[in-house]
């Protein structure tokens, strides 16, 4: 595995900026189903209250995961 330098201060700024993506698109979910909270959201995806929305919970669901990773690299800088 190779190995690479980089500052923090640009490595800060890297997972910041992804971060603001990626609440971005949670947010642009959000505003499509009309909701306020990802796990009510969530939920009413998986028990078949919002139709069709099962990509959207899915990829909700993922892009959450990715925002903890990204909290806790952020932590660790």
């Known amino acids: ?3 690479v330098s980089i500052e923090k201060e640009i490595l800060e700024n890297l997972v910041t900026f ?4 990626i609440q971005t ?4 979910i959000l505003d499509r189903w009309k909701e ?6 969530i939920e ?4 078949g209250i919002y139709e069709n929305a ?3 919970a899915i990829e909700l669901r993922q892009l959450l995961l ?5 909290h806790q690299l952020i932590e660790k800088i």
């Open 66 to 70: 990715e925002e903890k990773k990204l």
């Open 1 to 3: 595995m190779a190995s």
């Open 54 to 56: 099962e990509n959207d």
């Open 44 to 47: 009413k995806a998986r028990k």
């Open 18 to 21: 992804k971060l603001k993506r």
């Open 25 to 28: 698109i949670i947010q642009e």
């Open 36 to 41: 306020n909270s990802t796990t009510v959201f």
